[in-house]
């Protein structure tokens, strides 16, 4: 789709979209290393790092699997989450 936005530009996608995953499951993914993880009643808030720059945060369900610091995992999302800004 076009998102009309020329130039440099971020994708921006709320935590609460990013599925986590021991391997790539979605169209739309990245993977990285689970840095931390904090238990928030009904949900685990885990920070992972992408690549050497970007570091994600991503909410799961307590119900979900449990991911362990350093675990290497893969981060999904669906193309209808993903909102184009200008930068």
């Known amino acids: ?18 599925s986590i995953y021991a391997e790539a499951e979605h169209d739309n993914s990245v993977s990285g290393i689970v840095l931390d993880k904090s238990y928030v009643g009904t949900h685990v808030v885990y920070r992972v790092e992408v690549g050497d720059r970007y570091v994600f945060t ?3 369900n307590t119900s979900s699997r449990s991911f362990r610091l350093g675990e290497r995992i893969s981060l999904g999302w669906r193309s209808s989450d993903g909102v184009l800004v200008k930068g």
């Open 1 to 18: 789709k076009n998102s009309g936005v020329r130039g440099r530009a971020f994708l921006c996608i709320r935590p609460e979209k990013i």
């Open 58 to 60: 991503v909410y799961s």
